[in-house]
């Protein structure tokens, strides 16, 4: 099979949401704290009716549908979530109904777990299916979907919540380079869930933000020298058009970026001008410890980053500014918000994305872009996921009302024996909702 990709893709957040000024407010934070210092605007929360697996129903739902995708013709299902409603039974089990009602339980794929990394791990295990000898012809699927949730405190406004489909096969409108591919895997207790009581993460902020910069780096470099040796000649960020990154918070993607700048500095290459060179040159003696530290360094590689940050990363910040840090759903709702802003554009353009998962594991690949042909062609992709419209529909929680769901929420968590409000008012129709765990923890949804 040739140019094997994503062919088509939708994405589904919960329509409760909350601002982060008022959230900032509420919480007592100093003015622009969020707004401006995690460079946040709104966050997605799943309200007591939706969960990550009625998310992953309307996701999968939705793009068989729109894209007029005959569920026997789907060979392989990969989920990929770091929420935990059951610690056996996969999420994908509870998407088969939908493949079963047309007789066709001949799919392979179960879930993917590391932090935010399980999405990427799904959708490398389906890509790699159809390029190996066990591929079928069918086509893969791909799910990520979780719901980001903190405990009262720093990390709880870089929460958000969401679920994404792709599908995945040949002759795709979005191509992976598949020999452009660099990895860092290490061990770390940044954030982990040990609590098993507890859907909240425990979390050393400081050291996940330097984990992330690290392995960043990491992955940038081995990225450069496998392009090296298979272009001859040197990768810089001019050589992409646009850098796709996850997303626990927008501040994060701008240190991020500029990173890759001093990487290019620190490696003598193109993108830098005199100018840049100029900036960063009272940084070149710093250790890479020192590196991460320095509060110059950061503001000067931010300066020099400026202009490419606004053509090659600001078009991709879109939805996850608004909806929040969506664990394995993140970097692909950054990438569903480069399809979105930049769609008859991106024909024939690179696009490089960075994925990380606490733990940790992270990798950077790459993608080439052309139109396709309908319905798997960028401009369909564009019109189905409706990003515009989905994020106007929204409505706003005050602060009041999103904390009494969380403290609901928490309680429920690992609970049996409950009804839920079955209020699916706010819901869009064709979304899937939770109505009952019976007494035996079995879970319930409905379809409005
Ligand atoms: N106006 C403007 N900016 C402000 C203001 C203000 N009033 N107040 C603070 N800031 C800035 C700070 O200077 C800082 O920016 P900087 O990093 O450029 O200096 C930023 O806002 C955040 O403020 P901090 O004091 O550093 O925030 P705090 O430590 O309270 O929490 C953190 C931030 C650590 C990110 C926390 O939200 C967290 O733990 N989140 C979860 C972990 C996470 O997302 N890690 C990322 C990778 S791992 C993953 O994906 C889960």
Known sequence: PKNVGILAMEIYFPPTCIQQEVLEAHDGASKGKYTIGLGQDCMAFC???EDVI????????????????????IGRLEVGSETVLDKSKSIKTFLMPIFEKHGNTDIE?????????????????????VESNSWDGRYGLV?????????????RPTGGAAAIAMLIGPNAPIVFESKLRASHMAHVYDFYKPNLASEYPVVDGKLSQTCYLMALDSCYKSFCSKYEKLEGKQFSVADADYFVFHSPYNKLVQKSFSRLLFNDFSRNASSIDDAAKE??????SLTIDESYQSRDLEKASQQVAKVFYDTKVQPSTLIPKQVGNMYTASIYAAFASLLHNK??????????????GSGLSATMFSLRLNEGQHPFSLSNI????????KLKARIEFPPEKFVETMKLMEHRYG???FVTSKDCSLLAPGTYYLTEVDSMYRRFYSKK
């Open 47 to 49: 309200d007591q009716v």
């Open 54 to 73: 009625s998310m992953s129903m309307t996701a999968v739902t939705s793009l068989l549908e729109k894209y007029g995708v005959d569920p026997k013709q």
């Open 109 to 129: 794929g179960v879930d993917s777990t590391n932090a935010c990394y399980g999405g990427t791990a799904a959708l490398l295990n389906c890509v790699n299916w």
């Open 143 to 155: 799910v990520c979907t979780d719901s980001a949730v903190y405990a009262e405190g720093p990390a």
């Open 279 to 284: 900036k960063l040159v009272p940084f070149s």
């Open 343 to 356: 769609n008859s554009t991106l024909a024939g353009q690179r696009v490089i994305l960075f994925s990380y």
């Open 382 to 389: 564009k019109t189905v996921m409706n990003v515009s419209e």
């Open 415 to 417: 609970a049996k024996d």
